[in-house]
């Protein structure tokens, strides 16, 4: 059997013209590659979480753009880019808290403004040579981000990570794994302990798959036992992603990540977050700017579960993101090199 | 239909001499009446957290062990008393963690020691009524730590609490919901948080359950959600029971109160452990010498779940509970007072 990490988290079917992509809330038990090209599943598959993570949402709703102009009928360029924007605005609503949504529509939309003599078909080849563009930049983003990540790892060390930014929420390597992965390729042994991160379970689903599927030495945990690993001295670095960087460095990523931020302050563990510099929005100051996603009840309360979680009625508190302060990190591994702050990254 | 509320954690059925509990494995969807006499029996009942919670534990143990006492037949003293002390070392064999099973048992056995002249029908007798007395100063003891409680809360407060310390735990009242059922006596509004407490779900299944069926104001959230209520300022203390606390106050309760500790330290939030003295071991003299319980891996990979929710195979970090270091707790809520460290109980 074909294993997880010979897939592509997020591709293009050329001859279909289709955004295609694993299925992620099927994962780990049913691999299902969706083709998708209405804009309504397109839209649903980012909100839905069957491509989630910040870099492969990205690159998903490129490909998915692109999916959705070439079956822009008006052949005039005025009702064309009329069009596409609209597909654009409504891809753009699916999420709010990662900025790479916004970020990879916004580079889709400046390749029709920076192409203005282009004809429509013309640009619907462009769009769609910019969004492989993007994808091969992921790839060699995260491999970036994995070499620098080593500098502050050592052979042996036990790295703590949340939620899952592995490959499957990039095109390749992942983010907080790139450096497990080219670690792994140079012979390096890490000891890798993946929190659950619930409702929807991630870091079970998909980063304890990825992980030992590439036979990595990897033990999954829930996300309340951070503490009495760190308590024991197993824990040498936490390394997490991000979906939004605001320019002071406070740093939106999946809830519960925060918590561990705070645990690994108190228990004195280098906590890194590892950031593309696409994720860092320097029009966002401050995390208190960041708009946080509430998601549905029934997230807690049932899904996944055989019977309700808990008694019909009570009232559940489900935001998909917290903001880490500035404060609790240690530094931001980047393709560029690894910052104290956000604003280091002009001296790099 | 009778409320939760309405039924007794852990009682005894004179008339079959059966120790009675809820099966709290099946709550909230099913309230199901267990009638145990057989020792395996009771120690599954035990182990596999049917009945669960330090104090209900201690008194289930004794009922658990009158039953058993009844059902010796040996009318001879010596070989009564041998029997009985197999009985009760089995049954203490069940959960090494929480210090109320050991400490229940030993109390049972002091009524022998303390009855040298007792015949056996005799002694059968006084050990019921032991049980039932520790019963009873189960519910006056949840009650006083209730008031206390009180002392450190105001109305409005947002308390947060992790696990069931709750009725459920208890024979009435709960610890660390003490204060909030009797503040409700007391026409007090408090805004109640209940993490749900992975792997077994007990804030799920049984606080939020307990606490909405009482009317109170209380919301569930995942166990990473801590540091997303406290940057808002919602939470102004966290209230958790405990499973043994060591002579220096370090305390052992369920996985994942010492994240909720660190958590609770940054963001300068009070964190009391509401502490019947009853687990205070003065015999442990810090939390390096308590033996924390390892469970089953199914615990966190398959149970609740209609699939597995990680690859077959994955090793997976289980441990019932964690030790939160003395220094992140801010009091000691007993039914003598509200102490800093456990040796100021000497004072109260």
Same mark, same amino acid.
């Given at each position: 059997?074909?294993?997880?990490? =010979?897939?592509e988290?997020?591709?293009?079917?050329?001859?279909?013209h289709?955004?295609?992509?694993?299925?992620?809330?099927? #994962?780990?038990?049913?691999?299902?590659?969706?083709?998708? /090209?209405?804009?309504? %599943?397109?839209?649903?598959?980012?909100?839905?979480?069957?491509?989630?993570? @910040?870099?492969?949402?990205?690159?998903?709703? $490129?490909?998915?753009?692109? @999916?959705? @102009? &070439?079956?822009?009928?008006?052949?005039?360029?005025?009702?064309?880019l009329?069009?596409? $924007? !609209?597909?654009?605005?409504?891809?753009?609503? $699916?999420?709010?808290? $990662?900025?790479?949504?916004?970020?990879?529509?916004?580079?889709?939309?400046?390749?029709? &403004?920076?192409?203005?003599? +282009?004809?429509?078909?013309?640009?619907?080849?462009?769009?769609? =040579?910019?969004?492989?563009?993007?994808?091969?930049?992921d790839?060699?983003?995260?491999?970036?981000?994995g070499?620098?990540?080593?500098?502050v #790892?050592?052979?042996?060390?036990?790295?703590?990570?949340?939620?899952?930014?592995?490959?499957?929420?990039?095109? *390749?390597?992942?983010?907080?794994t790139?450096?497990?992965?080219?670690?792994? =390729?140079?012979?390096?042994?890490?000891?890798v302990?993946?929190?659950?991160?619930?409702?929807?379970?991630?870091? @079970?689903?998909?980063? +304890?798959? =990825?992980?030992?599927?590439?036979?990595?030495?990897? /033990?999954?945990?829930?996300?309340?036992?951070?503490?009495?690993?760190?308590?024991?001295?197993?824990?040498?670095?936490?390394?997490?992603?991000?979906?939004?960087v605001?320019?002071?460095?406070?740093? +939106?990523?999946?809830?519960?990540?925060?918590?561990?931020?705070?645990?690994?302050?108190?228990?004195?563990?280098?906590?890194y977050?590892c950031?593309?510099?696409?994720?860092? %929005?320097?029009?966002?100051? /401050?995390? *208190?700017?960041?708009?946080i996603?509430?998601?549905?009840?029934a997230e807690?309360?049932e899904?996944?579960?055989?019977?309700?979680?808990?008694?019909?009625?009570?009232?559940?508190?489900?935001? +998909?993101? %917290?903001?880490?302060?500035?404060? #609790?990190?240690?530094?931001?591994?980047? !393709?560029?090199?690894i910052?104290?702050?956000?604003?280091?990254?002009?001296?790099c």
């Amino acid at each position: 059997m074909k294993s997880i990490l =010979e897939y592509e988290t997020v591709d293009y079917d050329r001859e279909n013209h289709a955004l295609v992509i694993i299925d992620q809330t099927k #994962l780990p038990n049913d691999i299902v590659l969706l083709s998708l /090209t209405a804009a309504q %599943d397109i839209w649903d598959a980012i909100y839905l979480l069957k491509v989630r993570g @910040a870099p492969a949402i990205g690159v998903a709703a $490129a490909f998915g753009l692109a @999916a959705l @102009a &070439h079956r822009i009928t008006a052949q005039d360029k005025a009702a064309f880019l009329e069009e596409l $924007a !609209e597909k654009k605005e409504f891809l753009n609503s $699916a999420r709010p808290t $990662a900025v790479n949504l916004s970020w990879a529509l916004k580079r889709m939309m400046d390749v029709c &403004h920076k192409n203005p003599e +282009a004809p429509v078909a013309v640009l619907k080849g462009l769009l769609l =040579e910019e969004a492989f563009l993007m994808k091969q930049e992921d790839i060699a983003v995260c491999r970036k981000i994995g070499e620098y990540g080593l500098d502050v #790892l050592k052979d042996g060390d036990g790295i703590l990570t949340h939620c899952n930014a592995g490959q499957l929420a990039t095109c *390749k390597y992942g983010t907080a794994t790139a450096s497990i992965y080219i670690g792994q =390729e140079r012979g390096y042994h890490f000891r890798v302990y993946a929190d659950e991160t619930r409702p929807l379970l991630q870091g @079970a689903r998909l980063t +304890a798959f =990825e992980l030992y599927s590439a036979g990595i030495d990897v /033990t999954l945990l829930c996300d309340n036992m951070s503490a009495s690993l760190m308590q024991q001295g197993l824990i040498q670095a936490v390394l997490v992603g991000c979906d939004r960087v605001a320019a002071n460095g406070d740093t +939106a990523n999946k809830i519960g990540t925060s918590v561990v931020a705070a645990v690994a302050h108190y228990y004195k563990v280098p906590f890194y977050v590892c950031a593309p510099t696409s994720t860092i %929005d320097f029009h966002t100051p /401050t995390g *208190k700017e960041i708009v946080i996603e509430q998601r549905d009840a029934a997230e807690v309360s049932e899904m996944w579960y055989q019977k309700p979680m808990t008694v019909k009625g009570v009232r559940i508190y489900n935001p +998909a993101f %917290d903001v880490t302060d500035h404060s #609790l990190i240690t530094g931001f591994i980047t !393709e560029r090199g690894i910052v104290k702050s956000p604003v280091d990254l002009r001296n790099c």
